[in-house]
DNA sequence: CTCCTAAACAGGAATTATTCTTAATAAACT
DNA sequence: AGTTTATTAAGAATAATTCCTGTTTAGGAG
């Protein structure tokens, strides 16, 4: 998604293109990685000395809204945040060490048997899929 | 896995089995659900009134080291724990109301192209598999 | 262009999950 | 029973996230 099609959809839903908020964008598309909120606003507050926190942590909720974003969790209970892909949903094996993830091509639910789910009546409201480990680069450090 | 093959491995790797930790991994077999830190610790000081919540985070870490513990987080950023089943690695239907969950027969590690991960050099550590919605009972209510 | 209003902002305080510290306790082995 | 070492309780410390309040501003209307 780029950014331009970002701020669209924005606007589409009345939110507001502040700078602050077309910073955060620009970032995330630039950077194109899982990013902490700390990073994010360490990123920025270089070039605008006073960003709140508040302030991403509120466009990163609404970014992940319009589903925009998706947040993962490492397993520390961090929040981490990377903004879709263009098409829609995409899973990501996710760099332990680094950060960095890679989309891979493959969405669990279109494999999985969809029929044991109905027959359990259960409804479906979103799900995750992470891989993590180790990318070329950071393995490679370990040895 | 039940609550003796817990202990017994517990205590091949040179854990103490104290009244605490064995109250923690009933509870939580009894339950069999996911649960928050609070929940268990909830549980529990009924009926002992000084567990400290540190002792709970305690063990749920070691349970989770040997593999018997799953922590989850439904997306807000907060851990969620269950004791994996039998038979090793299971993924889980969520309910996002009442935090029951059933397993479902399925890991996407078996269906998705390993070739193109390998392509990558990445190294798999391990994975997140969660489909989050509403159970039957749930999805009633919200009728 | 100027005015108006709702949304967005900064700053800092409050909240809350988790971890850490320390001294006391107790499991398990000899 | 005595010793060792892990474990515990209690509360303080840490840190991510949310909340609060007063101020600013984007974007539409006149």
Redesign the interface.
């Known amino acids: 998604m780029s950014v331009q099609d970002i701020i669209v959809k924005l606007k589409e839903h009345g939110y507001k293109i502040t700078p602050q908020r077309q910073e955060i964008v620009n970032v995330m598309a630039q950077e194109n990685r899982h990013m902490t909120v700390d990073d994010i606003h360490g990123k920025i507050s270089a070039r605008f000395p006073n960003l709140s926190v508040d302030t991403v942590y509120r466009n990163v909720g609404v970014l992940e809204q319009l589903n925009m974003l998706d ?1 993962t ?1 490492f ?1 520390d ?3 981490r945040y990377k903004l879709v892909e263009d098409g829609g949903h995409r899973h990501h ?1 996710i ?2 060490k680094c950060g960095c993830s ?1 989309e ?3 969405c ?2 279109d ?3 969809q029929q ?2 109905r027959d ?17 680069r950071c ?1 490679k450090k370990e040895e």
Chains 1, 2 share one sequence.
């Not at 009546?121 to 992470?130: K, S």
Request: charged residues 20%.
């Open positions: 947040r969790d397993g209970g961090i929040g094996l760099c332990l890679e891979v091509d493959f669990p639910l494999y999985i048997d044991q789910i359990k009546n259960f409804a479906i409201a979103r799900h995750n899929f992470e891989i993590f480990g180790y990318c070329a393995s």
